[in-house]
């Protein structure tokens, strides 16, 4: 190439970048613009959605309220910007079961809501304790002379056990109820550990310290299927006491039911009395029309939960009741709402006690434990709230186990369900260490200098512990094994030897937890405000929430996004039962350390 014709061509690349440079600015500012918009309509809609929430919500006369309890149902529901605008599917949020118990307790007391709806999908995703609460608020709620009505195409054991306390239980002609009994599955991961060629350094304290389990076995010990027959019979034993009361069918025949699958076609289950009538969605819609006392052809005036909740306030008064929820793995720190970090919840304890309009704490826990030096932080929280005067009671939810008992054991006073896990009184150790795996699956092998012997140890890659690492890491656990159960002989009034007796990380039921003192009374709630209440001797009192709720646009600009939140959610929903493999897998990566962890990941199946 000539010097001429190099001249001659450069102008065209010049000219050439210059269009690059202009189109790509203008699809920069297209797409600017398109972020913008979006950002703007969902401020805009927000507003929107704040105006009219700001209006009183009142239901119209002649009412029902709808409860269908689809999707996860967490311990606190999530604020909706776009409830009653129609407009809600924007955005999705958690069903809460705080929202569920406040609205069918004020549906009891509104004189326009003149009965429930229950229209249960078969796919209910929530835990025992959960449904036990939901029940017990719909019992309470029969005392109001209102009617409570149950329909589905078909019942799986969960929703059956909601909806086998209306007054009817109403079904499609090709439904079933599938009443089958409760198995507990366990999922152990020996197998795959030695696969990926993981070394594992595993310690614990506690015979019955099972979580340890899944690392070195491929199936239950002896120990740990002793507690899971035990658990499983104490849930079962709830489930058929329950429906028996309602449905008035003996405890053997609904074993009977279960044992031989009978409840497989909706002609059986009426002539076992599992329900009371076959309808066509649309005859069902008649029978509320006709219970109302509407015709044929009108609309039925009703309300959801997720738009009644809009209705239902803050009681705040001179004196109140804190609840403060704890909910999720324990962890040292500080993060978002989503887990029980340390620093996070001692700070709303800390909020709690030195309000003076607040005269009594209730604690809702529901966690299977986590960090043992983040339960300590809280365990000391809760002991400033008591010298601060404030009188505390725990309400446990589906599981206050290990690092969550941990965290309950100091109360005045201690509520749980009889189906709640709790217990698990041990501590123990898992150290994983990857080299092994990098070097024979990758072909990745790793070499450190350090300037003393055990400069290495625990860290990120890890390598096998030695024997002096060994013996530390066994004392470190012991120590926090013997603060532990001191703690809990200490905050339960019980010898030290009684507590070793019914520790070792055993795990137990609410029903036998009350025989052991680990708790004081099994109850909802609301019964454990009421308790705390009376505790602190109130008779004219308010309600106050800790942490206040964040409102939608706080969670979509916030820095701390849920966004893994959101993924857990939407993988849980995609992958169904299979979610609890991807689950384990997830724990073999995240367990490090000495925890005070529940023995076991488990799939209640229904």
């Known amino acids: 190439m000539d010097q001429n014709s190099y001249f001659q061509r450069k102008p065209e690349t010049r000219s050439r970048k210059f269009w690059r440079v202009v189109f790509g600015s203008m699809v920069g500012f297209f797409f600017a613009n398109i972020v913008i918009s979006i950002l703007t309509l969902f401020l805009v809609l927000g507003m929107v959605a704040a105006m009219l929430a700001s209006s009183p919500n009142y239901t119209k006369s002649n009412s029902i309220l709808r409860i269908t309890l689809t999707g996860n149902i967490e311990e606190r529901g999530e604020d909706n910007p776009f409830a009653n605008t129609g407009l809600e599917s924007l955005v999705n949020s958690a069903t809460g079961l705080d929202d569920i118990l406040a609205g069918i307790t004020k549906a009891a007391n509104d004189p326009n809501i003149k009965g429930i709806s229950l229209e249960i999908p078969p796919l209910v995703s929530a835990g025992q304790a959960t449904l036990k609460e939901i029940r017990a608020a719909l019992e309470n709620f029969k005392n109001s002379g209102k009617f409570i009505y149950a329909y589905s195409e078909s019942y799986s054991q969960r929703a059956y056990y909601i909806a086998s306390v209306a007054d009817k239980v109403f079904m499609s002609n090709y439904g079933h109820v599938d009443l089958k009994g409760l198995s507990f599955q366990l999922m152990f991961f020996k197998g795959l550990i030695d696969k990926l060629n993981i070394d594992m350094d595993i310690l614990r304290h506690g015979t019955f310290k099972s979580a340890v389990e899944p690392f070195m076995l491929d199936k239950m010990s002896a120990a740990n299927r002793e507690q899971m027959m035990l658990l499983v019979n104490d849930f079962w034993s709830v489930y058929t006491n329950d429906v028996s009361e309602s449905r008035n069918i003996s405890i053997d025949s609904l074993n009977l039911i279960a044992n031989q699958l009978l409840g497989l076609n909706a002609n059986a289950c009426q002539e076992l009395r599992l329900i009371d009538a076959i309808l066509y969605p649309i005859e069902y819609q008649s029978f509320l029309r006709k219970t109302l006392g509407i015709a044929e052809k009108a609309r039925i005036n009703s309300v959801t939960v997720n738009t009644y909740k809009g209705a239902v306030t803050e009681k705040r008064k001179a004196e109140n009741v804190a609840i403060i929820y704890a909910f999720g793995d324990i962890m040292d720190g500080r993060g978002t709402d989503r887990n029980i970090y340390s620093e996070n919840l001692c700070r709303e304890i800390r909020r709690a006690y030195q309000n003076d309009k607040v005269k009594a704490i209730v604690l809702r826990v529901n966690s299977g434990g986590g960090s043992a030096a983040a339960s300590e932080m809280i365990w000391h929280e809760i002991e400033l709230a008591k010298a ?204 490090s350390g000495v925890q005070a962890r529940m023995p076991f990941e488990i799939v209640i199946s229904d």
Not at 414 to 436: C, E, F, K
Not at 472 to 486: K, S, V
Not at 550 to 569: M, W, Y
């Open 388 to 591: 601060a005067g404030k009188k505390v009671v725990t309400s446990m939810g589906d599981y206050a186990a290990s690092g969550g008992y941990y965290i309950a054991c100091n109360s005045d006073y201690i509520m749980a369900q009889p189906n709640t896990l709790t217990g698990s009184i041990g501590v123990l150790g898992i150290i994983p260490s990857l080299q092994r795996m990098f070097k024979t699956k990758l072909g990745i092998t790793l070499d450190v200098a350090k300037s003393n012997p055990h400069a290495d140890y625990m860290t990120v890659v890890g390598r096998p512990l030695d024997e002096l690492e060994t013996k530390r890491m066994t004392m470190l656990i012991e120590d926090i094994y013997a603060l532990f159960t001191q703690r809990v002989a200490d905050g339960r009034n019980l010898p030290l030897a009684e507590v070793h007796k019914i520790g070792e990380g055993r795990v137990w039921s609410g029903t036998e937890a009350i025989k052991l003192g680990l708790i004081d009374q099994l109850g909802t709630i609301n019964d454990a405000v009421a308790k705390a209440a009376e505790l602190a001797e109130l008779t004219d009192f308010g309600i106050m929430h800790y942490p206040r709720k964040q409102d939608f646009f706080t969670r979509l600009f916030s820095s701390n996004t849920d966004t893994d939140l959101k993924i857990e959610r939407a993988l849980q929903q995609q992958l169904g039962e299979l979610y609890f493999t991807y689950k384990g897998i997830k724990t073999i990566t995240e367990t």
